[in-house]
T-cell receptor, first 113, second 111 residues
Framework: DVKVTQSSRYLVKRTGEKVFLECVQDMDHENMFWYRQDPGLGLRLIYFSYDVKMKEKGDIPEGYSVSREKKERFSLILESASTNQTSMYLC????????????FGQGTRLTVV | RKEVEQDPGPFNVPEGATVAFNCTYSNSASQSFFWYRQDCRKEPKLLMSVYSSGNEDGRFTAQLNRASQYISLLIRDSKLSDSATYLCVVNVSGGYNKLIFGAGTRLAVHP
């Protein structure tokens, strides 16, 4: 079974803190994604990585950065957390093939206070 | 304009009904298309891919219209267990499988 594991299910952080969200996949997938999901807005792509050390901005990269030093791990970093970054964060991974299925982690509910 | 647009619903239908969802996409270079399903408080999971010739999987039929840039999903004989949010997904970067999701259409099937 494919497994995508996110480090935390729930997280509460203070405004201005640096926040790290970690994601690990065990299927040797080339692609990894970070999305955030908000009511009425659906899943919005923050960053995408198609290989180690490679990254591409998604639709809403402002306020976020990412790191992919190893193929199985993709980290999302909030440099200085703000209340408008309170959201559900979902990590996903897939093979690079155009028809490949994406597998998701269980999500991290982040609250910034 | 959003890259992938869907009617948010909700669609409230009785068991046994047939229901259809549409989705439009803006990038004419998009190469592959999918429907994902997301249950309440769960992660999205692949329901089916959408092929140019149309494809069927049991009670579910997916169609693609490249000329009009829309995708559809038809569910026949709805079950209570079909209640979920259906997400339209487009690969906007054929070489890398970069996936963009629509906001989803919520379906509620009632007895």
């Amino acid at each position: 079974d494919v497994k995508v594991t996110q480090s935390s299910r729930y997280l509460v952080k203070r405004t201005g803190e640096k926040v790290f969200l970690e994601c690990v996949q065990d299927m040797d997938h080339e692609n990894m994604f970070w999305y955030r999901q908000d009511p009425g807005l659906g899943l919005r792509l923050i960053y995408f990585s198609y290989d180690v050390k490679m990254k591409e901005k998604g639709d809403i990269p402002e306020g976020y950065s990412v790191s992919r030093e190893k193929k199985e791990r993709f980290s999302l970093i909030l440099e200085s957390a703000s209340t408008n970054q309170t959201s559900m964060y979902l990590c996903a991974s897939s093979f690079r093939d155009r028809d490949a299925e994406a597998f998701f982690g269980q999500g991290t509910r982040l609250t910034v206070v | 304009r959003k890259e992938v647009e869907q009617d948010p619903g909700p669609f409230n239908v009785p068991e046994g009904a047939t229901v259809a969802f549409n989705c439009t996409y803006s990038n004419s270079a998009s190469q592959s298309f999918f429907w994902y399903r997301q249950d309440c408080r769960k992660e999205p999971k692949l329901l089916m891919s959408v092929y140019s010739s149309g494809n069927e999987d049991g009670r579910f039929t997916a169609q693609l219209n490249r000329a009009s840039q829309y995708i559809s999903l038809l569910i026949r004989d709805s079950k209570l267990s079909d209640s979920a949010t259906y997400l339209c997904v487009v690969n906007v970067s054929g070489g890398y499988n970069k996936l963009i999701f629509g906001a989803g259409t919520r379906l509620a099937v009632h007895p």
